[in-house]
């Protein structure tokens, strides 16, 4: 590549949009539409079909025949939501990759701005404006239930942060260094973690989606599966593969590694011991484990007595 293409691509460089889909003929059409109509030009996308079963391969086929850009993907086996995006993410060729649902409508300067902003952050990301399922503004934002904010310290993720994926703009990068994605964790939860190991995740604060909550969507399955009751001894065994993850995962050089091990020795067990070193730890580090929460102080530090008797 000459020294002027290297300035060209610099300047206009690709983005990698990748949909993952599965059943999701109602609003596909939508969706891309809203993809295609973006400002900024210069994007492919990598559609990954996890085995429908209605007619979202056939409608990702017609788009894949008119528009160049537009490639295919159909899985032989289904992956599940995760390893799906993982698997399109693997097959983007641009400098930034947009995850995206197949239920929501972009708006036309979502990539545009995202990009503007990025600057040398590792992900920008932005706020969404919920929407029915006949497109009709709710008046909620996604902001509106979580704190939403800049994450630049992995200990943000212990328990989760806010950031979602179907917002975000990411370095490719810090999409290579995340694989493989671990199937217990949100997509958008580790990308946001192993993006903090050497910057940030920054919040544009614009609403540049429209996000479509039903009841087959993964919002609403997720919201669906928190009434499903689990044992003390379930979540303490998720908590623990959990931080063990983040633990192995965080390098070496980074002061928050030794922090993790405190937290995965204060989950080994269901001792005093334990729950004190756990509710320490949270006490210690709350204004980042909690950051995402929108806790008032009082809050904040009765979040942190709970987990000496709850596993969180």
Request: aromatic residues 12%.
């Amino acid at each position: 590549m000459t020294h002027q293409h290297k300035n060209i691509a610099l300047k206009n460089p690709l983005v990698s949009i990748v949909i993952a889909t599965y059943n999701g003929e109602k609003f596909l059409h939508k969706q891309l539409d809203s993809l295609l109509n973006q400002t900024y030009k210069n994007f492919e996308i990598i559609a990954v079909d996890d085995c429908s079963t209605d007619n979202a391969l056939d409608i990702l086929n017609a788009y894949a025949a008119k528009y160049e850009n537009f490639i295919v993907i159909k899985n032989e086996q289904n992956l599940g939501y995760v390893k799906n995006f993982e698997k399109g993410f693997s097959l983007a060729k641009g400098s930034y990759i947009a995850p995206c649902d197949q239920d929501d409508i972009w708006k036309p300067n979502k990539i545009e701005v995202l990009l503007e902003n990025i600057n040398e952050d590792a992900i920008a990301y932005c706020n969404s404006a919920f929407i029915d399922s006949d497109d009709n503004l709710t008046g909620e934002h996604l902001g509106d239930r979580t704190n939403f904010g800049d994450f630049d310290n992995p200990l943000m993720y212990v328990i989760g942060a806010s950031a979602p994926g179907h917002a975000m703009l990411i370095k490719r990068e810090v999409v290579m260094n995340a694989m493989p994605f671990p199937v217990f964790f949100s997509h958008d939860n580790w990308l946001g973690f192993v993006a903090t190991f050497g910057g940030t995740v920054k919040f544009v604060n614009q609403v540049l989606v429209h996000y479509r909550r039903h009841d087959s969507n993964v919002f609403s399955t997720v919201h669906k599966r928190k009434k499903i009751k689990e044992t003390k001894q379930q979540r303490l065994e998720k908590a623990q593969e959990r931080l063990q993850t983040l633990y192995e995962k965080c390098p070496n050089y980074l002061p928050e590694k030794a922090i993790l091990a405190q937290f995965c020795k204060s989950y080994e067990g269901l001792s005093l011991a334990n729950n004190f070193l756990r509710m320490k730890l949270f006490f210690q580090h709350r204004d980042k484990i909690l950051r995402y929460k929108k806790h008032s102080k009082l809050h904040r530090n009765l979040y942190c007595l709970k987990v000496f008797f709850k596993i969180i």
